[in-house]
Nanobody
Framework: QVQLVESGGGLVQPGGSLRLSCVASGSIRAINTMAWYRQAPGNERELVATSSSGGIIDYRDSVKGRFTISRDNAKKMVYLQMNSLKPEDTAVYYC??????????????WGQGTQVTVSS
């Protein structure tokens, strides 16, 4: 059984910063891609940032220069540093990981989500 648990969401004023964390646990042989998605009310879930096991990082255009994804493979963690937050960043943020287990080379797993609200 594999679990992803996020933390670090909350309420922040426009222009502020938040750091999201996600830790993976369970029967993990290796972690492939790790990523952050978000979903605002009435919208589809969208990819925010992704980090491959080979070190390739990418961001959606609207967060480039403001958000930074990083990972600590030894701790099985991925982070999302969010600076210069805007009201349009308000959403539930989800951690994603493609994980190799004893029975699968790359099984998708999701965290439960953490709310980020940007408002004055």
């Amino acid at each position: 059984q594999v679990q992803l648990v996020e933390s670090g969401g909350g309420l922040v004023q426009p222009g502020g910063s938040l750091r999201l964390s996600c830790v993976a646990s369970g029967s993990i042989r290796a972690i492939n891609t790790m990523a952050w998605y978000r979903q605002a009310p009435g919208n589809e879930r969208e990819l925010v940032a992704t980090s491959s096991s080979g070190g390739i990082i990418d961001y959606r255009d609207s967060v480039k220069g403001r958000f930074t994804i990083s990972r600590d493979n030894a701790k099985k963690m991925v982070y999302l540093q969010m600076n210069s937050l805007k009201p349009e960043d308000t959403a539930v943020y989800y951690c994603f990981a493609g994980i190799a287990t004893m029975t699968s080379q790359n099984e998708p797993y999701w965290g439960q989500g953490t709310q980020v609200t940007v408002s004055s």
